[in-house]
């Protein structure tokens, strides 16, 4: 199965994120910042990433950005409770954005597209499908 590292400052949401991925067949990592994240990947190089964008240390754009020059056709997701994080990060090689909070169909549903597809062709955020519940 699709090995996938996820980079979240947060206690509680990233063990859930990392149980739903695992639900469902994948191998997780799980990272608490962006360096750790990136030594992570280099370790051990994920099919798909899923960072959070504010957190202490080094942040998730940072980390897109350094892990984009290293794998630059591997997936990434970018999640943030701040919509204008996510714009950003969609231009900073994000391949898709999920604002906080978002339903577990939606992750599921985009991850697959994702390593199924590969790196979107659109680095135009408005584009994708929105990640909130209609």
Known sequence: ??????????????????????????TVSEEVEGAAGIDAAT???????ITDIVMEGMEGIA????LRGI??????????????????????????ILLKPFRREVLLQTVADLLHAGRRKSSDPDAWPSPLPA
């Open 71 to 96: 794998y630059p056709e591997m997936p990434i997701i970018a999640i943030s409770g701040n919509n204008l994080y996510l714009k950003s990060s969609a231009g900073l090689g994000a391949d898709a």
């Open 63 to 66: 980390a897109i950005m350094a």
């Open 43 to 49: 370790e051990m190089p994920p099919d798909l990433l």
């Open 1 to 26: 199965m699709p090995h996938i590292l996820i980079i979240e400052d947060d206690e509680d949401l990233r063990p859930v994120l990392a149980g739903m991925l695992r639900a469902e067949g994948y």
